[in-house]
């Protein structure tokens, strides 16, 4: 920036202000009220940093409402969704990678702590096992925890049908049933089973409308 410093400055015309910063400050402005980080001065040190290394910053795509009963630094789809832009582009992510990014995601520490070792993650995590267990934190059984995973994973619109490949789905939906530990092997194959028949049907796609429908076997025990 040229601005002069030698005298006093005595009119608008010797400040000389760069072309790009209103949109900059336009765009810091959007993505902060979408946001609605807890630590505004912390989440905007990540926002310019990662705008600076050229990287996606943290900022969720639209506004969400918190409820009565949300918490601090609770886990929300806007924020898995957040981050799944940051971090999608890798199978592995490393560990030190993911808490930076979750902390500026302004998400419970204590919570990370316990999807790390619920998954047995070490060093780095497998993005999309690491994804599914936090959809399955946040919702209540393994079908709507599913539904968010093909809600984050699908490049539908959203609204859409949320659909995602079968063999994406089947490995997302193994490794939570390995984590669940009641879910059988034979429902997990007559799962597939049912799917494949709809996949054919769909270029190979599955979403929620197949898997939520009364002709297919449960994915869980609910």
Same mark, same amino acid.
């Given at each position: 920036m040229d601005v002069q410093t030698e005298g @006093? =400055? +005595?009119? $608008?015309?010797? /400040? &000389? /202000?760069?072309p790009e910063l209103p949109d900059i400050l336009k765009q810091f402005t959007k993505a902060a009220i979408r946001?609605?980080?807890n630590d505004l001065l912390e989440w905007s040190h990540s926002y310019f940093k $990662?705008?600076? !290394? %050229? !990287? *996606? @910053?943290?900022? &969720?795509? #639209?506004?969400? /409402? @918190?409820?009565s009963d949300s918490k601090k630094g609770a886990i929300t789809k806007g924020a898995l $969704?957040?981050?799944? &832009?940051?971090l999608g582009g890798k199978e592995r992510v490393a560990s030190q990678d993911l808490e930076e990014k979750w902390k500026a995601a302004g998400l419970s520490q204590q919570q990370l702590e316990d999807l790390i070792a619920l998954g047995d993650f070490q060093d780095e995590v497998v993005w999309l096992d690491f994804l599914s267990l936090a959809c399955s934190a946040l919702e209540?059984? =393994? *079908? $709507?925890?599913?539904? #968010? *995973?093909?809600e984050i994973l699908s490049p539908d619109p959203e609204g859409g049908a949320a659909r995602i490949?079968?063999?994406?789905?089947m490995a997302r939906y193994r490794f939570l049933a390995h984590i669940d530990g009641e879910i059988s092997k034979e429902r997990i194959e007559a799962v597939e089973n +049912?799917?494949?028949?709809?996949? %054919?049907?769909? %270029? !190979?796609? *599955? %979403?929620?409308?197949n898997f939520t429908h009364s002709d297919c @076997?449960?994915?869980?025990g609910e």
């Open positions: @006093p =400055i +005595y009119c $608008a015309e010797q /400040i &000389k /202000i760069p946001t609605q980080p $990662a705008l600076a !290394d %050229g !990287d *996606v @910053p943290p900022m &969720k795509q #639209r506004l969400e /409402i @918190p409820t $969704a957040m981050l799944h &832009k940051q209540k059984n =393994i *079908v $709507a925890a599913m539904t #968010r *995973v093909c490949s079968l063999d994406m789905f +049912y799917l494949q028949n709809d996949s %054919g049907r769909q %270029g !190979d796609q *599955v %979403g929620p409308a @076997p449960k994915l869980g």
